[in-house]
Each structure stands twice: as structure tokens, then as C-alpha cells.
């Protein structure tokens, strides 16, 4: 695509700041990089090889994805170093990750031994073995061994299966992450990292080798980044971050938005834009707008953004308006390109290629 301005792209379209997403990749670099937790950012959050190379450049040491479908759009990309941060169930799925094996480095997550023994079987007779960390449930209540005696006994049936390497261990404090107060948030964390090293303590009694213990999201990632053993810290939404999470981590700026075009001004008091479900996520929220004084998003329908516009604040047809959305994460599944901007020049157009990769 040609270089042009952000107000001739045609909307609703999925934009993000280049100066801001850089600056967030660069700080959360510089916090690591001397540290012994290092950086392996969740992509999720922007599905986005370009933005994972740009992470890996920066130092990271690799990359988290939730999905096995996301790890092959990263893998295909030339991203070599994956955790897939979730359980690969099923023949079908184990068959996909064996297949993923050969063209980069790959670790999963294991919470059982059935599951834990199929993918040992089907990996021996492929001539394979995997890489796994035991997830621990450190709170949240998702997936995971329940910390200390449990995980302990599904390390040692890992030790029988010939198929599995078992790296370490896996937990991520999603319960913390949000709360807003950071006294509350770390305390909560450091329970959820007591629990962890905790568990790691009591496989390393038993003879096991803990290399890896991972954890972390952009909530906590100065807590779990700097507690003693942790290796590495799974943080994502840092880098293009969203509304509901500036609210907690303020030293990251909202790079992300959706940039939408007035489409009605039917009434006074209130302008229509052309971005609605469709193209922003509201389950944490509606979206803010951005530098229009007075304007505010009073709902979504499926593709249109109603604007409440206060005495003196104006929009006409055809004006261009940025929307942070609340969720970047779920937003980003929604669009098929970024569009990389610098002071109102598109410079590139990037494919969200893990987009939809949910299986
Ligand atoms: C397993 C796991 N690790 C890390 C994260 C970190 O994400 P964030 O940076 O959005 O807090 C998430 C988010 O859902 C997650 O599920």
C-alpha cells in the first residue's frame, strides 16, 4: 500500500501509534535487561508477527501464545522460540504440535497425566519428544495443578513417559492483574509466586530439575519480573496496551485504536460513527474517544458507535475519530490489518495473521 495519511485510510480501521508501541516495547525491554526473569511477551494481545519480531529484536527471549493455531502463524513468520501457554488436547492437536515440533523451539503446558501420557505416546512413535511445563492453578481458578503435592505427583508420572521432557513450571496470577490498587495487587501476586516457588522448591527436594518457572501478565510484571527464581514473565497487553488496563499500569500508553468516520449527525448532542461490535470489543467496557473534548461513546450497536456529544463539542459528517477500545486483545481478532502510523502517515500495513487462530 502506498504511503498515505491516517485520514485517507477508509474505516473502521485497526491503527496503532508506531512512537507509542515502540516506546512500550522499549521500556519493558529496559526493565528486564538486566535482570534473571526475562521477557516472553504473549501475543494474543496483537496476533501480530511484525510486533513479535519487533518484541524479539528488542530482547525478548522468546514468545507465549494461547493458541497452537497462533504458534503456527508465528512459527511460519520466522518467530523461533514459542510457549504455547495452555493445554494441546486431543489426537488431532497433538498431531498439529508434533508437526510444529520441526520448525521452531516449542514448549506447551501440561495439568494431566492422561493428557500428558497421549502426547509422550504420540510423540515416541513420531520418533519426538516435547518440551512441557506443569501448569499450577496459583489462584485464578482456570486450568492448572493444584500448587505443592499435586504438581509434585504429576512430575513424577512425567518422569516415567518417555516422550516428555518436563522443562518446569508454568503459573499466571490472571487474578491479579486487574486490581487496581498495587498494595492489593502485590500482595495478591506474591501469594500466587509464593505458591509457585513453593512447588518448585518441592520438585527440586524430589531431584527434579526446574529450569523454567514463567508467570506474569502487565499487571504484575514488575512483581513476578522481580521475584527470586522466576525465569521468564508472559506480559503481552504492554506493548499496545488498552483503556481498561491504563487504569492499572500507567507507564505504558494506549497505542491501539480503532479509527472510525462520522457517518450521521442526526440529532443535537449526538454523532453516529461507522464502528460498532463489529469492529471494537465491549466486555470490559466501552470505548474511549480520543482527543474530541465533550465526545464520549454512550453505546455500540452492531456496526455503529453512538457519540454523546456535550454543549460545545462538535462533530460533522465525514470527521475521522480514534476510539481506544477497552480490550485490545479481543478487538485485534476482529480485523484483519494494523495499520502502523507516525505522526499521521501510515508507514506500514501489517497482517493480524494469528487472527481467528482460536483452535
Ligand atoms: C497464560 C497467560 N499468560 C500471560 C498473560 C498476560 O497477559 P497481559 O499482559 O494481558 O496481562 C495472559 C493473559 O490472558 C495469559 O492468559
Same mark, same amino acid.
Given at each position: ?218 499487571? @504484575?510484571?514488575? $512483581?513476578?519480573?522481580?521475584? *527470586? &527464581?522466576?525465569?521468564? %514473565?508472559? /506480559? =503481552? ?22 479509527? @472510525?468516520?462520522? $457517518?450521521?449527525?442526526?440529532? *443535537? &448532542?449526538?454523532?453516529? %460513527?461507522? /464502528? =460498532? ?83
Amino acid at each position: 500500500m502506498p504511503v498515505c495519511s491516517l485520514n485517507e485510510l477508509d474505516t473502521p480501521a485497526l491503527v496503532v501509534d508506531l512512537d507509542l508501541l515502540e516506546g512500550n516495547i522499549r521500556k519493558m525491554a529496559d526493565f528486564f535487561a538486566e535482570r534473571e526473569a526475562k521477557l516472553r511477551p504473549h501475543v494474543k494481545t496483537h496476533k501480530c508477527p511484525e510486533i513479535a519480531l519487533m518484541q524479539l529484536r528488542a530482547g525478548a527471549k522468546g514468545i507465549t501464545c494461547a493458541k497452537l493455531g497462533e504458534a503456527e502463524a508465528m512459527a511460519a513468520r520466522g518467530v523461533d522460540d514459542i510457549l504455547v501457554a495452555n493445554q494441546i488436547v486431543g489426537r488431532k492437536k497433538i498431531e498439529r504440535l508434533l508437526e510444529l515440533l520441526g520448525k521452531c523451539n516449542l514448549a506447551i503446558a501440561v495439568d494431566d497425566p492422561s493428557n500428558a501420557q497421549t502426547i509422550s505416546d504420540m510423540a515416541l512413535s513420531a520418533g519426538k519428544s516435547v518440551d512441557v511445563l506443569i501448569e499450577v492453578d496459583v489462584g485464578m481458578g482456570r486450568c492448572g495443578a493444584k500448587p505443592g503435592k499435586e504438581a509434585l505427583q504429576l512430575a513424577k508420572k512425567i518422569a516415567q513417559m518417555k516422550g516428555i521432557n518436563l522443562r518446569g513450571l508454568m503459573g499466571y496470577e490472571g487474578h491479579a492483574v486487574y486490581i487496581e490498587n498495587y498494595g492489593e495487587r502485590r500482595s495478591e501476586c506474591l501469594k500466587a509466586l509464593n505458591a509457585l516457588l513453593g512447588t518448585k522448591s518441592l520438585l527440586e527436594e524430589d531431584g527434579f530439575e526446574v529450569g523454567v518457572v514463567s508467570g506474569g501478565g502487565t499487571g @504484575t510484571y514488575d $512483581i513476578t519480573g522481580s521475584y *527470586p &527464581g522466576v525465569t521468564e %514473565v508472559q /506480559a =503481552g497487553s504492554y506493548a499496545t496496551m488498552d483503556a481498561r488496563y491504563k487504569k492499572v499500569v500507567q507507564e505504558f500508553d494506549c497505542a491501539l485504536r480503532v479509527l @472510525t468516520t462520522v $457517518i450521521s449527525c442526526p440529532a *443535537p &448532542g449526538r454523532a453516529v %460513527v461507522d /464502528a =460498532g461490535m463489529k469492529s471494537i470489543t465491549t466486555e470490559f467496557g466501552l470505548p474511549v474517544v480520543k482527543g474530541v473534548e465533550g465526545a464520549t461513546v454512550s453505546r455500540l450497536s452492531e456496526e455503529h458507535g453512538i457519540l454523546k456529544l456535550e454543549e460545545g463539542a462538535k462533530l460533522c459528517l465525514e470527521d475521522k475519530i480514534e476510539l481506544i477500545p477497552s480490550h485490545g486483545c479481543t478487538t485485534v481478532n476482529l480485523h484483519e490489518k494494523i495499520f502502523a502510523v507516525r505522526g499521521g502517515v501510515v508507514e506500514s500495513v501489517w497482517d493480524v495473521a494469528a487472527r481467528g487462530k482460536s483452535a
